[in-house]
């Protein structure tokens, strides 16, 4: 059984960072492609980011790409997002998904939660003075 749990959430200011992580465990969720999502009261959720199992691919949504880096250990079960550049529009509760399509990742789906068979609790992250 696939279970995630997030951790490295809280309060940064704007400008500055945070890294998030995201513990798996099970037999085989590090043959398969994770990614974080996010999400804020009354809003749908929103794709952050995602990368492949070998860590070659990697795919941003718009509103974060070149501020935030997504990066896994398979060796550690461990998925990471480091966060840079935080703004106010950032703040959100932020969750780690298992992709449902093990092996090669295309951009194909990656941006619909329904693609994503397992997720974790959430992290929550508030950037505010």
């Known amino acids: 059984q696939v279970e995630l749990v997030e951790s490295g959430g809280g309060l940064a200011q704007p400008g500055g960072s945070l890294r998030l992580s995201c513990a798996a465990s099970?037999?085989?969720?590090?043959?398969?492609?994770l990614g974080w999502f996010r999400q804020v009261p009354g809003k749908e959720r929103e794709f952050v980011a995602i990368?492949?199992?070998?860590?070659?691919?990697?795919y941003y949504g718009g509103s974060v790409k070149g501020r935030f880096t997504i990066s896994r250990d398979n060796s550690k079960h461990a998925l990471f997002l480091q966060m840079n550049s935080l703004k106010p529009e950032d703040t959100a509760l932020y969750y780690c998904?298992?992709?449902?399509?093990?092996?090669?990742?295309?951009?194909?789906?990656?941006?619909?939660?329904?693609?994503?068979?397992?997720w974790g609790q959430g992290t929550q992250v508030t950037v505010s003075t």
């Open positions: 998904a298992k992709f449902r399509r093990p092996g090669v990742l295309n951009p194909d789906g990656v941006a619909d939660p329904g693609q994503y068979d397992t």
């Open positions: 099970g037999r085989t969720v590090m043959t398969y492609p």
């Open positions: 990368i492949s199992t070998s860590s070659i691919d990697t």
